[in-house]
């Protein structure tokens, strides 16, 4: 009967490598070249690999499958041959927040294009996990007309505001995102911003508005675990001219010109 006598290692997330060690491991004279339903690697709870490396008379090589979880791992060697059972630990998949590298300090105007506010990075401990949503903490909504993830390119896989600000608030925004994932990798995204146009900010004196806005949370499937800060504020200048100069106007159709700085 085939027999395993080790898996290496014996533990591992969903995706990960694993060696099954063993003897007698092809029972028909011919190690299989692919998996079948007579030649197989069983996870609990029924879960079959599908990740095929290699399968020799004493090792078979492969990768946690999707929908394992931990308990005992068996060969099936030409349908009538199943070996004995050795367990597996499936460890969670995690995805861990981290702070990027934030923009420096930096005042725009009115009417700018998109600004970087905030860099932040994910990574799991192996897999991938597709992201939907991040939510961001945002200082304040004050000139804010739209605010976005972005990948690292400054591709939007997702924003609010809409130019307008509508649905912008002081605190938590969650923002819902298509085509974002994290993998083993460190992948960097932003949060952006896009002020208001002159004709839509309140009316001066307006103010300046200082922005941060860190990543506080994500929706996947993975244990999420890290944090990500946004010491930098992006500042939104409304402020009135300053300085101004006057001039006393004479009746008459004389032309009368005013200057500030």
């Known amino acids: 009967l085939p027999k395993i006598t080790s898996l290496v290692p014996s533990n591992g997330t969903i995706g990960a490598s694993v060696t099954v060690n063993g003897d007698h491991l092809c029972q028909s004279g011919t190690c299989p070249g692919s998996f079948t339903a007579a030649n197989k690697v069983t996870f609990n709870s029924g879960v079959v690999a599908t990740a095929w490396v290699s399968w020799s008379d004493t090792v078979i090589e492969t990768a946690v499958p999707a929908g394992a979880i931990t308990g005992d791992v068996v060969v099936t060697s030409n349908t009538s041959y199943t070996s004995n059972a050795l367990t597996f630990t499936v460890d969670a998949n995690t995805t861990t927040?981290?702070?990027?590298?934030?923009?420096?300090?930096?005042?725009?105007?009115?009417?700018?294009?998109?600004?970087?506010?905030?860099?932040?990075?994910?990574?799991?401990?192996?897999?991938?996990?597709?992201?939907?949503?991040?939510t961001v903490n945002l200082s304040t909504n004050n000139g804010v007309g739209t605010l976005a993830i972005t990948d690292n390119a400054n591709t939007v896989l997702g924003s609010i505001g809409g130019g307008t600000g509508a649905g912008v608030s002081a605190g938590s925004n969650a923002i819902s995102v298509s085509g974002m994932s994290a993998g083993t990798g460190v992948t960097t995204f932003k949060v952006r911003v896009t002020p208001l146009s002159h004709a839509n900010m309140a009316v001066p004196d307006g103010g300046a508005y200082s922005i941060t806005a860190p990543v506080t949370s994500w929706v996947g499937a993975n244990t999420h675990a890290g944090s990500d800060t946004n010491p930098n504020a992006l500042t939104i200048d409304n402020d009135s001219p300053a300085g101004t100069t006057g001039a006393t106007p004479t009746a008459g159709d004389a032309q009368v010109q005013l200057s500030w700085s």
């Open 97 to 134: 927040l981290a702070t990027g590298s934030d923009p420096a300090v930096n005042t725009i105007a009115p009417g700018a294009s998109a600004t970087d506010v905030d860099l932040f990075t994910l990574q799991t401990n192996g897999g991938t996990e597709s992201v939907t949503s991040v």
